[in-house]
T-cell receptor, first 113, second 111 residues
């Protein structure tokens, strides 16, 4: 039982490049989330998916897109990376929404130069 | 002003001390989470509570809904408790299913 897995762990991009962060969970959870964590700030929600087939914007969605590929997988895409997107990205899942325990992936450290 | 505030921002303790970390919030909430972020960066959930008190080992979390305040206590602290502790609130007024996170309390416990 791997829990929540994320790939890659580290990535360096040049401004304007694109990439997709992958997230998968094996706990049969309905809800999945993408957060970013920046120094001195709390975790901020980028996008979430309450259930398979649905996605919604969070606090900071600009510059990102997501896909809930199936119940297990929730990917985050940066179409044209900018230095402001340098951050640590966490994927999380929960059985059904934020009134349930949250399970986090190990994080992806992204640097955009 | 953030909707979720934690205090203190940084805390140092000697092994064995009793630790208290505070979280206050300015909106009505339906649930409050306490999370632990390890020095390596991984985040684990410690508690989710909507009323009263929960205990797990040496950790105790309490919440007072009327006073909009929650505390995380660590009894008999140990160096392995060194981490960042984060509280996050699920607001009743939010029209999206999201958490608002505090900025964390960095705890260092010295032997």
């Amino acid at each position: 039982n791997a829990g929540v897995t994320q790939t890659p762990k580290f990535q360096v991009l040049k401004t304007g490049q694109s990439m997709t962060l992958q997230c998968a969970q094996d706990m049969n959870h309905n809800s999945m989330y993408w957060y970013r964590q920046d120094p001195g700030m709390g975790l901020r929600l980028i996008y979430y998916s309450a259930s398979e087939g649905t996605t919604d914007k969070g606090e900071v969605p600009n510059g990102y897109n997501v896909s809930r590929l199936n119940k297990r997988e929730f990917s985050l895409r940066l179409e044209s990376a900018a230095p402001s997107q340098t951050s640590v990205y966490f994927c999380a899942s929960s059985p059904r929404g934020t009134s349930y325990e949250q399970y986090f992936g190990p994080g992806t450290r992204l640097t955009v130069t | 002003k953030n909707e979720v505030e934690q205090s203190p921002q940084n805390l140092t303790a000697q092994e064995g001390e009793f630790i208290t970390i505070n979280c206050s919030y300015s909106v009505g909430i339906s649930a409050l989470h306490w999370l632990q972020q390890h020095p390596g960066g991984g985040i684990v959930s410690l508690f989710m509570l909507s009323s009263g008190k929960k205990k797990h080992g040496r950790l105790i979390a309490t919440i007072n809904i009327q006073e909009k305040h929650s505390s995380l206590h660590i009894t008999a602290s140990h160096p392995r408790d060194s981490a960042v502790y984060i509280c996050a609130a699920r607001g009743v007024s939010y029209n999206t299913d999201k958490l608002i996170f505090g900025t964390g309390t960095r705890l260092q416990v010295f032997p």
